[in-house]
């Protein structure tokens, strides 16, 4: 009796509540389901997450940066639907599509299971897209809906033996639409065609992830000639070239409001990869919102990344200077050590500087 009492105490654990009760939960209209478990999107959450049929894991080649957490995306679409190809923009989905991305650290002590923190959902309703925040319970067993979530402690060592502690802030949902937000209209940031060129390890075996949606019914358009597809850089990729390495990090983790109808879209800086002129991306030029930073003028200075305002607002933590404003409580120190690199090698320099 013991034993199977063991048994069901484990498989409590290991799955959550309600995760073997049917196929993925469709809610396209509020009241949204107070607990992630009532979604149906995994059947498992130890050792990792374990999706329910139709529920597919994908990756970016070069992810947002957010303090150093992992994160697991998921997508799931109605029976009979599919997303349509789009070459630059996140492509078109359908009514009821679930775009899940769990954000987890390490565990406080080594050999447990990875800390689950949050699962975002985004959400295809009849009117838009609904930005979810799930926060897990201490327990590990369930996330719950929070609108307003509180910050979340972190606190664990890294494979160097480099203690990490820190205050994760989780955006609140008025907050998503300052990134997710262009020209008033939410919509999702990174499942592009350029950042879905790649190949990932399902449980089937590995394959290009754009192909894979398009063999199991989730994207309709792809083009059939696979050189046709856009791709972009892994940004830590040392044998890509530079420039298209620290341009797929601007792409990602500044061009969701630094584009036009982003929320930075009236600074005139312009990071998107599919724009290549470094004079949009802000080369000798002067901030039009909150005047100079400090005693730095313009906002990349070729060949001299230490009097770049990019640099400077990559490297504080403070409010109202660091950039991005939001998502991020930590400096991505690798990530500026490459813009840094980046900007050194630029050619040139900007006249009248007054340092």
Same mark, same amino acid.
């Given at each position: 009796?013991?034993?199977?009492?063991?048994?069901?105490?484990?498989?409590?654990?290991?799955?959550?509540?309600?995760?073997?009760?049917? @196929?993925?939960?469709?809610?396209?209209?509020?009241?949204?389901?107070?607990?992630?478990?009532?979604?149906?999107?995994?059947?498992?959450?130890?050792?990792?997450?374990?999706?329910?049929?139709?529920?597919?894991?994908?990756?970016?080649?070069?992810?947002?940066?957010?303090?150093?957490?992992?994160?697991? !995306?998921?997508?799931?679409?109605?029976?009979?639907?599919?997303?349509?190809? !789009?070459?630059?923009?996140?492509?078109?989905?359908?009514?009821?599509?679930?775009?899940?991305?769990?954000?987890?650290?390490?565990?406080?002590?080594?050999?447990?299971?990875?800390?689950?923190?949050?699962?975002?959902?985004?959400?295809?309703?009849?009117?838009?897209?609904? @930005?979810?925040?799930?926060?897990?319970?201490?327990?590990?067993?369930?996330?719950?809906?929070?609108?307003?979530?509180?910050?979340?402690?972190?606190?664990?060592?890294?494979?160097?033996?480099?203690?990490?502690?820190?205050?994760?802030?989780?955006?609140?949902?008025?907050?998503?639409?300052?990134?997710?937000?262009?020209?008033?209209?939410?919509?999702?940031?990174?499942?592009?065609?350029?950042?879905?060129?790649?190949?990932?390890?399902?449980?089937?075996?590995?394959?290009?992830?754009?192909?894979?949606?398009? !063999?199991?019914?989730?994207?309709?358009?792809?083009?059939?000639?696979?050189?046709?597809?856009?791709?972009?850089?892994?940004?830590?990729?040392?044998?890509?070239?530079?420039?298209?390495?620290?341009?797929?990090?601007?792409?990602?983790?500044?061009?969701?409001?630094?584009?036009?109808?982003?929320?930075?879209?009236?600074?005139?800086?312009?990071?998107?990869?599919?724009?290549?002129?470094?004079?949009?991306?802000?080369?000798?030029?002067?901030?039009?919102?909150?005047?100079?930073?400090?005693?730095?003028?313009?906002?990349?200075?070729?060949?001299?990344?230490?009097?770049?305002?990019?640099?400077?607002?990559?490297?504080?933590?403070?409010?109202?200077?660091?950039?991005?404003?939001?998502?991020?409580?930590?400096?991505?120190?690798?990530?500026?050590?490459?813009?840094?690199?980046?900007?050194?090698?630029?050619?040139?320099?900007?006249?009248?500087?007054?340092?």
């Amino acid at each position: 009796m013991r034993a199977v009492a063991g048994a069901v105490c484990l498989a409590t654990i290991l799955c959550l509540c309600n995760c073997s009760q049917g @196929p993925v939960s469709l809610h396209v209209a509020e009241p949204y389901p107070k607990r992630l478990s009532e979604w149906r999107l995994f059947t498992a959450i130890q050792p990792a997450l374990k999706p329910n049929l139709g529920v597919v894991p994908y990756d970016l080649n070069t992810p947002l940066f957010s303090d150093y957490a992992s994160k697991y !995306r998921f997508v799931w679409m109605p029976k009979g639907t599919a997303a349509e190809y !789009r070459e630059e923009t996140p492509f078109d989905f359908p009514v009821g599509t679930v775009l899940a991305k769990t954000f987890t650290f390490p565990a406080v002590k080594s050999g447990d299971p990875e800390r689950l923190i949050e699962t975002r959902l985004l959400v295809r309703t009849q009117t838009g897209w609904v @930005p979810l925040p799930y926060i897990w319970d201490a327990n590990q067993r369930d996330a719950t809906l929070q609108l307003v979530p509180d910050p979340v402690p972190i606190h664990y060592i890294d494979t160097a033996g480099k203690p990490h502690d820190f205050v994760y802030v989780i955006p609140n949902t008025n907050e998503c639409a300052e990134c997710h937000d262009n020209n008033k209209v939410l919509q999702p940031i990174g499942p592009k065609a350029r950042n879905l060129n790649k190949d990932f390890a399902y449980e089937s075996g590995a394959e290009n992830q754009l192909l894979h949606l398009a !063999r199991v019914g989730y994207l309709h358009g792809l083009p059939p000639t696979q050189p046709a597809w856009p791709k972009a850089a892994k940004w830590d990729d040392s044998s890509a070239p530079l420039d298209v390495r620290a341009r797929a990090y601007l792409d990602n983790n500044c061009a969701h409001c630094h584009q036009p109808g982003g929320q930075a879209g009236y600074t005139g800086v312009d990071f998107r990869f599919s724009q290549g002129h470094l004079a949009n991306q802000g080369l000798c030029k002067s901030p039009n919102s909150a005047g100079f930073v400090g005693a730095l003028r313009y906002d990349i200075v070729p060949g001299d990344p230490d009097h770049s305002i990019l640099i400077y607002r990559l490297e504080s933590t403070a409010p109202k200077v660091s950039m991005p404003a939001l998502g991020r409580d930590l400096v991505h120190v690798e990530g500026v050590q490459l813009l840094k690199h980046w900007i050194a090698n630029l050619a040139g320099g900007c006249h009248q500087r007054e340092f």
